[in-house]
């Protein structure tokens, strides 16, 4: 049933009007001492600070009586069992299996699925040591010193969101490089970056007929061959089942498969990131990265609505979204290294629930998803925060780690070290955004009254990564739930995809090749294609 049928969510949408009155203001619901402690809540070794959020307790009450409602914890459930929640494509969604280790098994049309899942794992740690060892080597003999992801959308940023989250950890054995897109200037950078002699290439495709991906993997086959280097010795691929490139008898290193239960955007914690992240962390950390997301798994599933992070972060993404009406959802990481989540949650969160219908393939009535972006603070506050400030507000998350990496180079400035400005900033914008300030000068004005949340974990370990992956998977899949949508399948992005075929086709047919022919296009796209083809802008 579409939510806006229930009570719960009838009665929210009479109460936004009430908070949207000037004495609801967040800088009146603030105050008072035990507003922090009413709207947090800790669990899986993370603290949800929502005390800034523009909720009293009659909302936050009324969005715990819509998880009752709509039953997103039994939806959960349902998905970790096994059950057919992606209905469209008629499949499970089992990523969650991807990082378990608990010894119960979990069944997909009657076969349990576990042992396969733990055998690829064994495959990864046994098969990434060899090559970290120096026993497996590239075709001249030499150990491998680079590797290059080749793969795109959830095929390469949840590795490169990880990976570069723990740079700190790094073996530095293997440099890592990610090839996604198939503009050139990419595959050129990365092949003057490496030696090709010591690199592997890592092609990871679910359906192994991704445009970007199939081409670059041709592009440096083509290279290594230039430099008289054998490519089977420095391809391995991580693919789908039974896809294009899961053939047995074709000439790569080693090939590890991808379930069909587990969509790219989630499949981090498979093979897709198993075999990148192992290389270059070691294997040790990555199954601490899994057990990690493993725990805020089962917070997830067990945790009753009222101490439940993920999903009262998804209740709160409904409420903004739905109730006061806010687009957008900014993550701003008061942490470098988690420069690349943004990036990740993006691809997580608008692929997963930016869509136009119901499971029943009923139109929404209401908008389901947000916009989803976010750069690291404090770089953030000196690019778009005066928008957030003073222009059109929206909801940000703001994360904080409370013990910093590299102790080695502690220094202070001003009486505190470089983490402890980080914290003032990280402390003092969630508060000005929510008070604002009063001004005679109309200029210097700011209205406040901007929702945000602070999530807080304790250091940039690998099992902290895990569960702040887990929480933005969760929280993605509570809110579809909620909205009643299909989070696993992403039609939405084929007709841009088979536009381009055809543009491609008429481009190789104006190349001269004998296999293709001119399609029928638009005019503006003939415009664009004479365009490129007379290697000129209109003057
Ligand atoms: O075009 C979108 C998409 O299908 C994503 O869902 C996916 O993560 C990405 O492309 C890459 O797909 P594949 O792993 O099949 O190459």
């Known amino acids: 049933m579409q939510p806006e049928k229930l009570p719960a969510w009838k009665q929210l949408s009479r109460h936004a009007e009430i908070i949207a009155r000037p004495e609801n203001h967040l800088k009146h619901l603030i ?77 997909v049309d009657g076969r349990d699925v576990m042992p396969e899942i733990k055998a690829v794992r064994e495959k990864i740690k046994n098969f990434t040591s060899r090559v970290l060892s ?10 491998f010193k680079h590797a290059v992801v080749i793969g795109i959308g959830g095929s390469c940023l949840g590795a490169e969101f990880v990976s570069t989250a723990m740079r700190e950890l790094a073996l530095n054995k293997i440099d890592l490089h990610y090839l996604s897109n198939v ?65 047995p008898k074709a000439p790569v290193l080693e090939s590890f498969h991808m379930f069909d239960f587990i969509g790219g955007r989630y499949s981090v914690t498979s093979a897709v990131g198993g075999v990148p992240l192992s290389l270059y962390l070691g294997y040790e950390n990555f199954e601490e990265f899994l057990k990690g997301a493993q725990e805020m798994d089962i917070h997830a599933a067990t945790a009753k609505p009222e101490t439940n992070l993920p999903l009262t972060a998804a209740l709160i993404s409904v409420w903004n979204n739905n109730f006061l009406n806010y687009p957008v959802q900014a993550i701003i990481p008061y942490a470098a290294p988690l420069a690349r989540l943004a990036a990740h949650i993006q691809q997580l969160n608008m692929e997963s629930n930016g869509k136009y219908v119901d499971r029943e393939g009923n139109f929404l009535e209401k908008n389901s998803g947000v916009i989803v972006f976010g750069e690291p603070g404090t770089n953030a506050q000196h690019s778009f925060f005066q928008l957030a400030h003073q222009g059109r507000g929206f909801p940000i998350d703001f994360i904080g780690v409370v013990t910093p990496g590299y102790p080695q180079y502690q220094n202070q400035s001003q009486g505190v070290t470089n983490h402890q400005e980080l914290w003032s900033n990280l ?9 604002g300030k009063d001004d ?16 807080i974990i304790n ?33 939405g992005v084929e007709l841009g995809k088979t536009m381009a075929s055809k543009i491609r086709n008429t481009m190789a047919a104006r190349n001269g090749g004998d296999d293709y022919h001119c399609e029928k296009l638009d005019i503006l796209d003939e415009f664009y294609l004479d365009m490129l083809f007379s290697g000129k802008i209109p003057e």
């Open 31 to 107: 105050l008072g001492d035990s507003r922090i402690k009413k709207f947090s809540a800790a669990g899986a070794g993370v603290f949800f600070d929502y005390s800034r959020q523009r909720l009293d307790s009659k909302a936050l009450s009324l969005l715990f009586e819509l998880a009752k409602e709509a039953e997103p914890l039994k939806k959960f459930n349902d998905m970790v069992a096994g059950r057919n929640v992606n209905n469209t494509e008629n499949r499970a969604a089992l990523h969650t299996a991807a990082r378990s280790f608990a010894e119960t098994s979990v069944f």
């Open 459 to 491: 250091d940039l370990g690998p099992r902290n990564i895990g569960r702040l992956l887990s929480f933005y998977e969760a929280r993605t899949v509570f809110e579809a739930f909620i909205w009643e949508i299909n989070p696993f399948d992403q039609f």
């Open 440 to 455: 005679s000068v109309r200029a210097k004005y700011f209205p406040g009254n901007r929702p945000s949340s602070t999530i």
């Open 427 to 435: 402390i003092a914008q969630p508060m000005a955004l929510a008070k």
């Open 134 to 143: 120096g026993e497996i080597t590239g075709s001249s003999g030499k150990p």
């Open 183 to 247: 503009d050139i200037h990419n595959f050129g950078a990365i092949a003057e970056a490496i030696d090709p002699e010591t690199t592997l290439w890592i092609v990871i495709s679910k359906s192994f007929t991704t445009a970007e991906t199939m081409a670059n993997a041709s592009q440096a086959r083509a290279f290594m061959q230039k430099q008289g280097l054998d490519p089977a010795g420095h391809f391995i691929s991580v693919t789908g089942k039974g896809s294009p490139g899961d053939d």
